[in-house]
């Protein structure tokens, strides 16, 4: 009862917002879906009079409604478009190529609240922070903007700061979605197989990493870390004494924007060289360091002086495991030569269910798929598309992946379409061809395999030692009658029936041989007595005891051998 006087406080709570949703959805074309579902009647508003709408709403098409309403409905729902953008097994073409224009600018916050949120974040004045801050922004985002400013020894730093207020606002939508996901899951069955609430856990974790901006200063330190050394990539400093969970302050970095081309000509910059770069950048991210940026779009990135590139916004990270590495270098090792069978195990290692019911059925799909998708030259094939297309195969056969390999999924695309923008006849997918297959040449290297030997004669080793003592503490606990076997009794379809019925057979079959037991017994005794009166010299007591045991003795064997005891 008190969960349920909390949930509707929580609820009411929540009427505002809900209020606020409904009439964006309104505005944008909406209203059918809202009345399919009758949410008007659930949140108990009565008939809602759809606000004025603009000329020309209506008619434009319904993927670009959803961004616009996505846009209004601010960033909770700017961030859940971007990371849809990424699941490019939910969303069709049309829908991620409109998704992924949620990257623009929104309307900046005050520098009045700027300055507060620095002041309260790091404990201290802004003119003890900072020799120069510029008050107009140079970038404002769903989530913070930043702004120029300069320390006391001239260093220039980019200050990220967040929205003030912005985690309540997060946190109260992100309850919301959960709500709606509750209420597809229960009421629209047709989306209960995408899982809603799992979706939104999913989304909520990202998110909420994101809105604490040491997660993305241990991103950027892990990320300089990993490329250290690396003269194709610059990453910034963070400044870790004037940071904090809603203030950053990391290196400016200044280049050349990559729409630019112009630019990059006139500073001597070929554009073919710097997509073979970032193409390069983004295999290394992938398949070396199993870490990369998750959202390489062209406003995250500068051209620096030499062609280095200058990455921004490490916000949303993705990481993949080794053996996840090997199997998607070995999916694209597979498609590259057209290794059917190996593409197929590769998808099924990469799987969340491993398994699929008929792999001969999905052989032949990958077959079917790889003829119609990689018959041209490399250079004529865009790996986005291919890939956008293997997850469809995925999609009809059940199979799920992990939210890591989207975002990989996602920044390759992103890179690609970058880079063929720079050169139209990058090859794209050969480049990632030699580091597929330098991943799987060192997975059979000498010092691996010494490696994997070492710990298999290690594991055998410790197996070998553990075996006596585990067989001396059984035997200990059987001769002490401590020896416990755990049994599972599953319940078949027809409920506990079957098995009530085989308790009261043994327990019946126990009665009788003790009956049978004590007559039998008992006759002998008997007969042994020499109590009249006698028949043939035997008491006929005992003999027609025995007589009697004898008979259920025979018909409770005949039992058992029936049902296939004896």
């Not at 909390?6 to 009427?15: C, E, G, M, N, V």
């Not at 005050?110 to 004045?125: A, M």
């Not at 003119?127 to 702004?147: D, L, M, R, T, W």
């Not at 200050?159 to 109260?172: A, D, F, G, M, N």
Request: charged letters at 20%.
């Amino acid at each position: 009862m008190l969960k349920q006087f909390r949930s509707a406080i929580t609820f009411a709570s929540h009427l505002p917002r809900y209020r606020e949703i409904i009439n964006i959805l309104f505005k944008y074309g909406f209203a059918e879906v809202l009345r399919l579902v009758v949410l008007e009647q659930i949140l108990g508003f009565g008939e809602i009079e759809p606000p004025l709408r603009e000329t020309g709403i209506l008619s434009k098409p319904l993927a670009v409604r959803i961004r616009m309403a996505l846009e209004e409905l601010g960033p909770t729902f700017i961030k859940l478009g971007q990371i849809l953008s990424s699941r490019r097994d939910l969303v069709s073409e049309e829908y991620y190529q409109e998704l992924c224009k949620l990257q623009g600018e929104v309307a900046p916050f005050s520098i009045k609240e700027v300055h507060r949120v620095i002041e309260e974040s790091l404990g201290l004045p802004l003119k003890k922070c900072f020799s120069y801050f510029e008050e107009n922004p140079i970038g404002s985002a769903s989530i913070g903007q930043v702004h120029r400013a300069q320390l006391a020894d001239g260093t220039i730093v980019a200050v990220k700061v967040q929205r003030p207020k912005i985690e309540e606002t997060i946190e109260l939508d992100l309850a919301i979605l959960d709500d709606i996901a509750s209420f597809v899951t229960r009421y629209v069955p047709e989306f209960a197989p995408l899982n809603p609430q799992g979706l939104v856990a999913e989304f909520s974790s990202i998110l909420m990493k994101e809105l604490h901006f040491n997660n993305e200063a241990i991103n950027i330190e892990r990320f300089a870390e990993q490329f250290q050394g690396d003269q194709d990539i610059h990453v910034p400093r963070v400044y870790r004494n004037l940071s904090s969970d809603l203030v950053l302050t990391m290196e400016f970095i200044e280049g050349i924007p990559l729409s630019d081309l112009s630019a990059l000509k006139k500073a001597q910059l070929r554009p073919e060289d710097i997509a073979e770069r970032m193409t390069r950048l983004i295999y290394k991210q992938i398949f070396i360091h199993g870490f990369f940026h998750a959202d390489p779009h062209p406003g995250n990135m500068v051209i620096m002086p030499e062609g280095v590139i200058g990455l921004y916004d490490y916000g949303m990270m993705g990481s993949l495991t080794l053996a996840f590495r090997r199997s998607i270098a070995r999916l694209i090792t597979g498609l590259v030569q057209k290794n059917y069978d190996q593409v197929m195990r590769s998808i099924l290692e990469m799987s969340q269910e491993g398994v699929v019911e008929d792999s001969r059925s999905l052989l032949s799909q990958v077959e079917e798929f790889c003829d119609q998708n990689l018959a041209g030259a490399l250079r004529d094939i865009h790996m986005g598309t291919v890939l956008r297309k293997l997850l469809e195969l995925l999609r009809k056969n059940h199979l799920r992946m992990k939210s890591s390999f989207y975002l990989g999924i996602k920044a390759l695309t992103q890179v690609e379409a970058i880079g063929q923008n720079l050169d139209p006849n990058l090859n794209f997918i050969l480049l990632g061809g030699s580091y597929a297959a330098e991943i799987l040449t060192s997975s059979y290297g000498p010092q691996r395999v010494f490696h994997v030997l070492q710990r298999l004669l290690t594991e055998s080793i410790d197996l070998v030692e553990e075996i006596p003592q585990d067989i001396r503490l059984l035997y200990t606990q059987l001769k002490h009658g401590k020896l416990s076997l755990p049994l599972e009794h599953r319940l078949a379809p027809e409920g506990i029936e079957p098995l009530r019925q085989t308790l009261d057979s043994i327990f019946n079959r126990l009665v009788n041989a003790l009956l049978v037991a004590s007559l039998l017994i008992a006759s002998s005794i008997l007969i042994h007595s020499d109590l009249p009166p006698k028949v043939c010299g035997l008491p006929i007591i005992g003999v027609l005891g025995f007589l009697l045991g004898l008979i259920m003795g025979i018909r409770l064997a005949f039992s058992i051998w029936k049902h296939g005891g004896l």
